[in-house]
């Protein structure tokens, strides 16, 4: 199929309509699907030494995609394209497989068996020595004029690729840090390496050269907070369709006078004070202080399942559905915004 300017024009708006949201990567690969149709298609993050992590299975089986994340993406040609080049671009299975090469079980165990004979992979640039990986697969050959047809997209597709990483930043990251002053904002992938970090936050690692190894050490604790002499850091678990680090931790520092952050435990005690109930003020002073809720339960003296009763309540009394959002409150508590609508029921 030849696709022309007016066709292209088409094409990109409608892969624009999916901008600033999770859907995004599987969106370019439904349009490019509808006019070279494949029969399987994968999101993944790949990094330099080829780690693969599955941002969106789309139709391909959940079990085959854990096993290339598991077991078989370091011996993927496309996967070591990356690996040995570190190029973003277009490529396909006939032109990165190398008859001399040893691809260990790949072929016999992984692709075969999926009956594949074909592949075209878009690899984009991502912050770091990383890869956003859009995979189409067919059971018979690709003809040349998809592969044209791909490869004169990419640099459109690229282009949205980098906006629609910069809307969500936007919208997932910068906006759980307003209302803050002089804050530092870092993310980390799932291993604890830096993917971003702002100026903020590099000049508070100067400041502080055990800052990044207590937060290390905290992540690894599943504690949601660090209280250091910079400032207080909160935590948050990001999404595993956030292509820029799925799976990894957004980390915002609160860099507040000593002297209020010597009064953290009376904010604790203000927050939320008289809207909630007693037990569950107590369950969301323990969840500020980076306790699991095994740990809570052990702390407020309850069973497990009680503690996760109680975050469901409170969770549907502040209208929101994860444990970050308790912390972000608590952010713009310390700040003196809270005006946080509380529903009753």
């Known amino acids: 199929m030849v696709v022309d300017d007016a066709g292209a024009t088409a094409i990109f708006g409608q892969i624009a309509e999916t901008l600033g949201t999770p859907r995004f990567h599987r969106g370019v690969l439904d349009i490019v699907r509808k006019l070279f149709p494949s029969d399987f298609a994968q999101v993944y993050q ?4 080829g780690r693969a992590i599955c941002i969106d299975p789309c139709d391909t089986p959940e079990d085959a995609c854990r096993s290339y994340e598991q077991q078989f993406s370091l011996n993927c040609p496309l996967s070591r394209y990356w690996q ?58 690709f003809n040349e004029d998809a592969t044209s047809a791909v490869r004169r997209f990419y640099s459109g597709i690229t282009r949205l690729h980098r906006t629609n990483n910069q809307l969500i930043f936007r919208n997932m990251v910068m906006r759980k840090a307003r209302g803050l002053q002089n804050n530092g904002v870092t993310i980390l992938d799932r291993a604890g390496d830096t993917v971003f970090a702002n100026r903020e936050w590099r000049q508070a690692c100067q400041s502080d050269r055990s800052l990044e190894n207590s937060l290390k050490t905290t992540i690894v604790l599943e504690k949601t907070a660090l209280e250091t002499d910079t400032g207080t850091v909160s935590i948050s678990r990001l999404d595993e369709s956030f292509a820029i680090s799925p799976g990894g931790r957004l980390c915002v520092l609160d860099r507040s006078p000593p002297a209020t952050r010597a ?34 339960a052990e702390r407020v003296g309850c069973a497990p399942e009680t503690v996760k009763a109680h975050k469901k309540r409170i969770y549907y009394r502040l209208d929101i559905t994860t444990e970050r959002e308790i912390f972000l409150l608590f952010l713009e508590h310390l700040q003196g915004s809270n005006a946080m609508p509380v529903q009753t029921h």
Request: proline share 5%; aromatic share 10%.
């Open 46 to 49: 790949i990094e330099r030494n």
């Open 84 to 141: 040995n080049t570190g190029r973003p671009g277009v490529v396909t299975m006939s032109e990165v497989r190398c008859r001399s090469d040893n691809y260990g079980n790949y072929f016999s165990d992984f692709y075969h068996p999926m009956g594949l004979v074909d592949e075209i992979g878009v690899l984009l640039p991502s912050p770091g020595r990383r890869t956003v990986a859009l995979f189409m697969e067919r059971t018979k050959n």
């Open 263 to 296: 009064t953290l435990n009376a904010y604790k005690s203000s927050f939320l004070k008289g809207q909630v109930s007693k037990r569950e003020h107590e369950i969301i002073c323990a969840m500020l202080d980076g306790y699991p809720t095994k740990a809570i």
